[in-house]
């Protein structure tokens, strides 16, 4: 994607890793392409407050987590956050 490129080409820029609550497809590896967690755990996380943003898409749960990316930041970097344009 024009994401995925971009971080290639700009030091320091990474990319957000959204957790969901769909079961990962054929090729995708947990902590790689997204982190795959159940819904009652996606819904604890919307609870304590832990996403920057969520939505629910076609009946699966994203979100940005907070944490990670304030790490991200603190490490120095940028971030690209990858969602969905609701």
């Known amino acids: ?26 090729g995708e590896t947990d902590g790689v392409d997204y982190n795959f967690v159940s819904r009652i755990r996606f819904e604890e996380m919307i609870a304590a407050g832990a996403f920057l943003e969520w ?16 790490q991200l930041l603190a490490g120095g970097n940028d971030v690209v956050l990858v969602i969905d344009v609701q």
């Open 1 to 26: 994607t024009l994401c995925e490129r971009l971080v290639e080409q700009v030091s320091r820029l990474r990319l957000s890793r959204s957790y969901t609550s769909r079961a990962a497809r054929a």
């Open 55 to 70: 939505a629910d898409v076609f009946g699966n749960l994203y979100g940005t987590c907070a944490s990670e990316t304030e």
